[in-house]
């Protein structure tokens, strides 16, 4: 912020950490903003939090964008000028030359608007395959040429993408599925949480039970079942934090911002371990 400041720094690109950091940290406050535009990548990053940006600066443009190594840049990105202001949490449209649709994750077939499904692209930006490893390219890129990303996602019904999650990380409870970032994105919405992650914990009858982890803000206090509350009274029952809410010093993330849930899994194991 020092430096925006000093330097009268109009347009930032940062992942979606320092988004959370600049909607939550008082130390803001404390600089005088040039900012005009926020440009966001890297991971989700929800509508919670971006409202919370733009109460935060007022007047910024803040532009999500969504892409992976495997289309060797950017696919959506929110427009200069969107069609509509109330697209937050948005990742935006394709860009010139992509074309994206949503398939079922059963059937395979293409989805319509507002409709939940695996993101699939297909432009002369995606890669040829990966390197010595037919099989995994084959996995990937289907003869039709479309490369299956791997997350979940859907677009409404004037074209703006929306990602909700990795397929891999869904939660299985009683045979439902459940996105660890929409809950993620509800624990952010509450003003004393600083950080949030969701994993699945193992249970014999419903499978996984969604769980936790949870950074409070500064000196912040409150009741691991009042925040578990908090979050089940704006869900679906199957959506409830059954597993509990842990608080933490911090949420592991690689450099990118994405969250590390193997680690936290890795924390939860080795604590049945010890208690057996």
């Not at 660890?180 to 994993?199: G, M």
């Not at 925040?227 to 679906?236: C, E, H, P, S």
């Not at 933490?248 to 890795?266: F, Q, V, Y």
Request: aromatic residues 6%.
């Amino acid at each position: 912020m020092k430096v925006v400041s000093n330097e009268k720094i109009e347009e930032i690109l940062i992942v979606p950490p320092i988004a959370t950091l600049l909607a939550k940290s008082l130390v803001v406050d404390e600089f005088n903003i040039s900012l005009k535009v926020l440009l966001i990548g890297a991971a989700p990053l929800g509508k919670e939090v971006e409202l919370q940006l733009c109460d935060r600066f007022p007047g910024v443009k803040i532009r999500q964008m969504y892409g992976l190594t495997e289309v060797t840049g950017v696919s959506t990105v929110i427009p200069t000028n969107p069609i509509s202001a109330d697209k937050y949490g948005s990742v935006g449209v394709p860009i010139f030359n992509t074309m994206m649709k949503v398939s079922d994750l059963t059937s395979n077939k293409s989805l319509g608007p507002n409709k939940t499904g695996e993101v699939c692209i297909k432009s002369p930006l995606v890669m040829i395959g990966y390197l010595n490893n037919m099989a995994a390219t084959r996995d990937t890129i289907d003869n039709d040429g479309w490369l299956h990303t791997g997350d979940l996602g859907y677009y409404d019904d004037d074209g703006y993408f929306f990602i909700t999650d990795r397929i891999k990380e869904l939660i299985k409870y009683n045979a439902y599925q459940v996105a660890p970032a929409e809950l993620e994105a509800i624990l952010l919405s509450h003003p004393q949480v600083a950080d949030a992650a969701v994993v699945g914990v193992p249970d014999s009858v419903a499978g996984e039970l969604p769980m936790a982890f949870v950074v409070l803000k500064g000196n912040a206090t409150m009741s691991e079942e009042d925040l578990k509350l908090y979050v089940d009274g704006k869900v679906a029952p199957y959506k409830k934090l059954r597993g509990g809410v842990r608080y933490t010093d911090s949420i592991p993330k690689n450099g990118s911002g994405k969250i590390l849930r193997k680690e936290l899994r890795g924390i939860l194991v080795k604590e049945k371990l010890s208690q057996n």
